[in-house]
């Protein structure tokens, strides 16, 4: 027996309540909706300053017209869904199922107005537009804000918990866990910031850009102003000069930071999951959760591994069609329309990383025990320590000692020491008794230099 139609993408199963927000603009429904109040709005537009006839329409018929956008639901759906099987274009589809309700509400006398002197990609580029901005600003974007807060949250807790740093995975001067967690905030609000500046771009010049059925429909009409007023008039930025197809700079850019970011979270996963690794952070236990299918005691880090995982299939294809929308053969060739498809999953794999990320953030919590252990058992990382104040002794002439750092190389290179070898070693050192003191008061644990001063960084 066969199974039942099955989604083949786990986002539109097994992870489907976790990214269903970005199903309300990057699903076919919602570009469909979104291209229906792009070709309303066009047919308000040219209606009321009264192109070609016609007469501005009543506000009733106004609302009921904008309703076929604002109140799309499966009926609408499935209308334009039996247009399309007849038509086998999806645009067209689109403006047979405006044309319907123009029908209904008895104004056939401006039909023809709607999808007037359109290209496809005039609606389409526009609608893409539309869903993109409102994915990115109301629902990715606030996820991404909110795991900032989360991360930002944990370096101001940690922001005084020295911690060993750890440069090529060997034991090195010593930070704090809010310091080093503030670094990955700070990295992903900068980024924030350039996704929030980005342009949306739209066209809307005809078949290959130049306004020439336009022209030919009405040669005193001012298309260039007219067309800047309508695009901008639908909370998008002005293309001017185009082929047939907006140029698709704008997502190329967008999709890059949006990639940029993926990386950056990706490497904050690699890190936590390390640090659990190390036992720095403990993971919380959740009831009735199964770690191990035959080891009782785990808890393993599934959310920092599958944030991982879906970061890479993010980034993999937010690239893909940043490096492939970029490119149209001479005035327009259907590659980007295949492609643009996709984006709603470039986006559901970032989202559902983030997801796990927020959840895993929660779950963790620090062992400061184990840190202040680690640290206690590498005092050797003084060494830097104790050979730059050495060096500073001999620029100020209270010191004699030759090449300082070689002397630390010979005590602390490939050996363990303790708080007694290295007391033993300062207080022969030939420095300045206040430089000497200073020395010997100095312990890993309070070797953090500016550490928890720089989480401030984050405002």
């Given at each position: 027996m066969s199974l039942p139609a099955q989604p083949l993408s786990p986002l539109d199963g097994r992870y489907q309540s976790a990214v269903s927000e970005l199903g309300e603009f990057l699903s076919e429904a919602g570009l469909n909706r979104a291209r229906v109040h792009v070709e309303v709005e066009w047919l308000l537009y040219l209606t009321d300053r009264s192109f070609f006839g016609s007469?501005?329409?009543?506000?009733?018929?106004?609302s009921a017209l904008r309703a076929l956008a604002s109140d799309f639901d499966q009926a609408s759906i499935d209308a334009i869904g039996a247009h399309e099987a007849r038509t086998r274009h999806d645009v067209k589809a689109v403006e047979y199922f405006v044309r319907d309700a123009l029908h209904v509400l008895d104004l056939d006398a401006i039909a023809e107005l709607t999808h007037f002197a359109c290209t496809s990609e005039d609606i389409n580029n526009l609608s893409y537009a539309l869903i993109v901005r409102d994915?990115?600003?109301?629902?990715?974007?606030?996820k991404l804000a909110a795991v900032i807060d989360a991360i930002t949250a944990l370096a101001i807790e940690h922001r005084a918990v020295p911690m060993l740093a750890r440069t090529h995975g060997q034991p090195a001067t010593p930070t704090t866990m809010g310091k080093e967690l503030a670094v990955f905030a700070h990295r992903l609000a900068r980024v924030s910031a350039q996704v929030q500046a980005s342009e949306y771009l739209g066209k809307f010049s005809g078949a290959t850009g130049t306004f020439a059925a336009h022209l030919a429909a009405a040669p005193d009409a001012d298309w260039r102003a007219i067309?800047?007023?309508?695009?901008?008039?639908?909370?998008?930025?002005?293309?001017?000069?185009?082929?047939?197809?907006?140029?698709?700079?704008?997502?190329?850019?967008?999709?890059?930071r949006i990639s940029h970011a993926n990386r950056i979270l990706h490497n904050l996963a690699t890190d936590i999951w390390t640090y659990i690794s190390m036992g720095y952070f403990r993971q919380i236990p959740v009831a009735g959760a199964t770690g191990s299918?035959?080891?009782?005691?785990?808890?393993?880090?599934?959310?920092?591994?599958?944030?991982?995982?879906?970061l890479?299939?993010?980034?993999?294809?937010?690239?893909?069609?940043?490096?492939?929308?970029?490119?149209?053969?001479?005035?327009?060739?259907?590659?980007?329309?295949?492609a643009q498809r996709n984006i709603g999953v470039g986006f559901g794999h970032s989202l559902l990383a983030l997801d796990n990320i927020q959840r895993g953030l929660r779950e963790i919590a620090l062992a400061e025990e184990v840190l202040a252990a680690d640290l206690?058992?590498?005092?050797?990382?003084?060494g830097e320590a104790v050979q730059t104040v050495i060096r500073a002794e001999v620029a100020a002439g209270r010191s004699s000692i030759e090449d300082p750092y070689a002397k630390l190389k010979d005590l602390t290179r490939g050996h363990r020491i303790g708080a007694a070898d290295l007391a033993e070693f300062v207080s022969g050192l030939d420095i300045g008794?206040?430089?000497?003191?200073?020395l010997l008061a100095?312990?890993?644990a309070g070797y953090v230099g500016l550490a928890s001063e720089l989480v401030d960084y984050l405002g």
């Open positions: 007469s501005p329409l009543t506000d009733a018929q106004k994915a990115v600003t109301t629902v990715w974007q606030p067309s800047r007023e309508f695009v901008e008039g639908l909370g998008l930025d002005w293309n001017p000069l185009t082929t047939q197809i907006e140029s698709h700079d704008w997502q190329a850019e967008l999709y890059g299918s035959t080891m009782p005691h785990k808890i393993n880090p599934i959310r920092f591994e599958n944030a991982e995982a879906n890479e299939l993010s980034s993999a294809v937010l690239d893909s069609l940043a490096a492939t929308l970029v490119t149209s053969r001479l005035q327009r060739d259907l590659t980007d329309s295949s206690d058992g590498n005092w050797e990382v003084l008794d206040e430089a000497k003191a200073r100095l312990t890993p």
